[in-house]
């Protein structure tokens, strides 16, 4: 980590603070560049304020720290986001607003996958003239080894799995540091005949395989520059930004990687010459700055707090710049199977039938910056969801208290009990939510304490079920949007019992359930219109089985630095596109 970091940090704090309000002028006049009009929500569907201008430093501003900079661990969406900055992949999303966006396109490949062996065999070709931020060229081995370091969870352990399911098919591969091939490429799934040329080996037919070659961990890693779980420290760039430096809780700064060349990067324009992340503990002294405009855009893109809210809805100006999309989230709280009395079923129903949906919702925001009310816990914008199924009557918007309490006498607690709700501290709506419930559980008696965990801790708390039981946390409050765009790219982390980890789970309910897991069996070598059906039953048998209380499908009132050139939504993650805004001032 760089020694600059202090003057770092200073100069970035000076920076924001620095900017004109000329420069943040909150008009909503069409920009002189092109584009649409500002208006509320026109970032949705259109690109404002087009621009091919570079110059300038875009003002990140964040009160969430990322979870790791490292492409293999990092599993934020927005982190996810941030490495379109530095972190190029075989295939990526392409960068438009609406439906197009959630279409894989080619990036360091030079096309789509030549498909073989009755489509268990994807043969890609890279692109000529590929770099990292030091100037050496980019390899077919260098984006399997950083696919093999997913595979060592005892080290870089946080990011995704899936890939280890796909490729290992019985071989146990540990990973490159335990890799007894002197080259370190030892997993035999994938073979790289010669540095243009990656081929990937299925044991079956998988139709979502390219969405896992999409995400950041599958993106190129040079074995010499690998410091393990250090990595995220100083990852080497693909992309046109590297990072100059990083200050864990206070600042990131990107600069320009002088070694990408646009002729290889048909999605990126890269038009700011800087890139700054200011992360604060301050979320409402950081919505005023993003209104004053002496920061551009919330990185974390959960949506402003209630004072800022209030003001942006009240005010015309200001609610021209701002978007409330569908973020793609479900924002929720998971039941514990293994802190008791969770372990009970009818337990777990007390609790979903006692909490009050309006008051979940307007913690959250409220259906306009907050979200619908949560019915199940498969989103509308996934294959097989059904926005109707709502089998704990959760629409009508009341707590049921006498169904909730023939539930607790049915689970042998009809005196209420004892449990503990852990929650992010660095979230805020998610407080409000841990209080919201607290306070509808207490109407039939179960006393629920709130433990506020360090959000950048999360993984190693929450994430760790060996924690969770010892802290005795009987609902665990997060929220989750798809890795990629079908029932398995949502649910499965969530709810397949394969999933759970010993540190970065996300199964938090701890379910055990066979009959789940054959039905992702089934549904992952089935086409996409016939897997819909089955995770459909999938979401039935969770909703069933009462693991996970849904409070909104969510939404989040973001706004947006008038200045910004290149604004779109980017429907994949429900926030605006990182990697395409520029700066006019």
Known sequence: MSSKRKALVAATAAVALGLTAACGNTGGSNSSNGGAKNAQNAALTEVLNVSDKKGGTLELWSSQDVDSLDPARGYYAFVWNLNRLYTRTLLSYDAKPGADGMKLVPDLATAEAVLSNDGKTYTYTLRDGLKFDDGTPITSK????????????????????????????????????????????????????????????LAQPYADFPYLLAMPG????????????????????????????????????????????????????????????????????????LIAGTADVDAAQTGVQAAARTKILQDETLKANSDTPTTGFIRYAAMSTSVAPFDNVDCRKAVMLASDPTSLQTARGGPIAGGDIGVNMLPPNIPGAEPDYDPYNRKQGKPQVDAAKQALAACGQPNGFSTTIAVRNNKPAEVKTAEALQAALKAVNIDAKIDQIDGAQAS????????????????????????????????????????????????????????????????????????????????????????ILPFVVDKALNYRNPRLTNVYIHQFWGMYDFQALGVSS
């Open 460 to 547: 190693s708390i929450t994430g760790s079920p060996t924690v969770v039981k010892q802290k005795g946390y009987g609902l665990i409050i997060s929220g989750w949007a798809a890795d990629y765009p079908s029932g398995a790219g949502y649910l499965q982390p969530l709810v397949d019992s394969r999933y759970i980890l010993q540190n970065g789970n996300f199964n938090f309910a701890e379910i055990k359930d066979p009959s789940i897991d054959a039905l992702f069996d089934q549904a992952k070598t089935l086409p996409p219109d016939q897997a819909a059906a089955v995770y459909t039953q999938i979401n039935h048998k969770v909703m069933e089985g009462a693991y």
């Open 142 to 201: 260098d984006i399997k080894y950083g696919i093999e370091r997913i595979f060592a969870q005892d080290v870089v352990s946080g990011g995704p799995v899936y890939l280890i399911e796909q490729l290992d098919q019985g071989q146990k591969y540990p990973g490159p540091y335990k890799d007894s091939d002197p080259n370190k490429l030892g997993l035999k799934s994938v073979q790289t005949p010669d540095d243009k040329t990656i081929v990937f080996n």
């Open 218 to 289: 599958a993106g190129p890693v040079p074995a010499a520059r690998d410091t393990g779980a250090q990595y995220g420290t100083k990852p080497a760039s693909s992309g046109p930004y590297k990072i100059e430096s990083y200050e864990p809780g206070k600042a990131i700064k990107w600069v320009r990687n002088e070694h990408w060349d646009q002729a290889t990067d048909p999605l990126r324009k890269a038009l700011p010459d800087a890139i700054n992340m200011t992360i604060t503990t301050n979320a409402d002294d950081m919505d005023q700055r």
